[in-house]
């Protein structure tokens, strides 16, 4: 029988938590939204308060524990991939989060390109990597005595200790997920401030017990334990159940990113396409420039759904697009000169929406003959998550180019993912094992 299990979601715009019962349904759930002074952004510069993301946090759990009716529960919690905090050795942040897209880092990627090797997911400004050395040079890691992400920070708040990560959140640090380990590229970039590191573990590891003082100021159980998280994004391929490797998962938000189980894992790093694992199977994936971000140029919701609602999706509109927001393309093609192209443009704008949305289908779908190319199993369905997900019109658009069938996910939210991650149930799910008590 599966435990109780809360998951937490560290998103981008508030905390949302999810509580299962034993059976798997939802008992409870609640969201917060951190202040907004604690978020700063100027130019390339995104920083946010983690004191904030607690604060929300907290009042999340005070939501959900009472459902629990003194059961104890396990805790898992993701967040953004890339994000880095530095903490002193208790734990409290001496600088604000670096969030992951804070683009300050990009001076030291040419400096990370001659360190770190080429299938290692470092070599941007988004990657944690990027941010401990930019961090590291300008200015300086006194007082530094652990680098971790969001999730990592989190669950070592609810244990009292700060020794963990997950190698789910790890990847974009460095770590090297094939041979398990710090490679000693970073190692020696790092120097002595490579015992800021902690300890990696696999995602889903029981971590141990919520400390005792935070269990009674909650009323929690103190017998409730914190498993190792995830990245946000992992954590909605969770939710959605997905079990086999024909099943590719997409998300229809601002960008078009595809995700895909694979027997082995998948890295073309010029592609931006890297794998992580999930117990003993790889969730592979990659994302486009192109997507939701494209249309909003154009088009609000409530014009979307009116002209969606006109075109006939089951015929072709004739237009060849190439529905990006600027100039450039990393996956499925990595061309950094590729230019749009949404042009000519119909005078119905009807068909000229379709137009973008077969050019998103035909990128979706060269995405995935990518991930297939590059060793992924053979494609048989699609769900679909995000705002996409809600428009028949593009679902019968992608059926018709895919070649497959295109469904929505029943659910795309990260804390129940990281919930079903808590409880045991999605890896479990994922490798067909019998549940553990």
């Known amino acids: 029988m599966y435990p109780h299990a809360i998951g937490l979601d560290l998103g981008t715009s508030g905390v949302r938590g999810v509580l299962l019962d034993p059976e798997g349904h939802t008992q409870a759930s609640a969201r917060r939204t951190p202040a907004p002074d604690a978020i700063r952004r100027e130019g390339g510069m995104h920083e946010q308060d983690p004191a904030a993301w607690w604060a929300a946090l907290t009042e999340v759990l005070e939501e959900l524990v009472p459902a629990l009716d003194g059961e104890p529960a396990r805790i898992a919690v993701d967040g953004t991939s890339g994000t880095l905090v530095a903490t002193d050795e208790t734990g409290h942040p001496v600088l604000p989060a670096l969030m992951y897209d804070d683009r300050r880092a990009a001076t030291v990627v040419p400096r990370l390109e001659s360190l ?14 990027a941010k401990l050395l930019w961090l590291r040079e300008t200015r300086g890691l006194s007082g530094v005595r652990r680098v971790l992400h969001p999730a990592d920070w989190v669950a070592g708040r609810l244990r009292g200790l700060y020794d963990r990560m997950d190698e789910n959140n790890a990847l974009k640090l460095g770590f090297d997920v094939i041979e398990r380990e710090w490679p000693q590229w970073l190692k020696h970039a790092l120097g002595p401030d490579a015992a800021l590191l902690p300890e990696v573990v696999p995602a889903g590891t029981p971590l141990g017990p919520v400390d005792p003082h935070l269990a009674a100021r909650l009323q929690l159980n103190p017998a409730s334990r914190v498993v190792a998280g995830t990245t946000d994004s992992i954590a909605g391929f969770l939710a959605t159940g997905v079990r086999d490797t024909a099943t590719g998962v997409t998300s229809l938000g601002s ?29 592979a994936g990659g994302a486009s420039h192109s997507g939701g971000a494209v249309l909003r140029r154009f088009f609000d919701d409530a014009t979307l759904q009116r002209l969606s609602e006109a075109m006939d999706p089951d015929s072709d509109s004739g237009l060849d697009y190439l529905p990006l927001p600027a100039p ?17 443009r119909p005078t119905d704008d009807a068909r000229f929406l379709q137009g973008l949305l077969e050019g998103i289908a035909r990128i979706e779908r060269d995405g ?11 494609l048989e369905r699609v769900l679909s998550l995000g705002g996409g997900a809600r428009n028949p019109a593009w679902q019968r658009i992608r059926a018709r180019i895919l070649g497959v069938a295109v469904e929505a996910a029943d659910t795309d939210e990260a804390a129940l993912g990281s919930a079903r991650l808590a409880q045991g149930r999605a890896l479990a799910d994922l490798h067909d094992r019998a549940p553990r008590a």
Do not use: C, I
């Open 328 to 344: 450039g393309e990393r996956f499925p093609v990595n061309d950094p000169d590729l230019l749009p192209r949404m042009e000519p």
């Open 116 to 129: 770190a090797p080429p299938e290692a997911a470092v070599h941007s400004a988004s990657s944690s990597a």
């Open 368 to 378: 995935y003959a990518r991930l297939r190319e590059l060793g992924a199993p053979p």
């Open 255 to 283: 960008t078009l990113a595809l995700k895909q189980l694979s027997p082995q894992p998948l890295f073309a790093p010029q592609l931006g396409v890297y794998s992580h694992r999930l117990g003993d199977r790889w969730l």
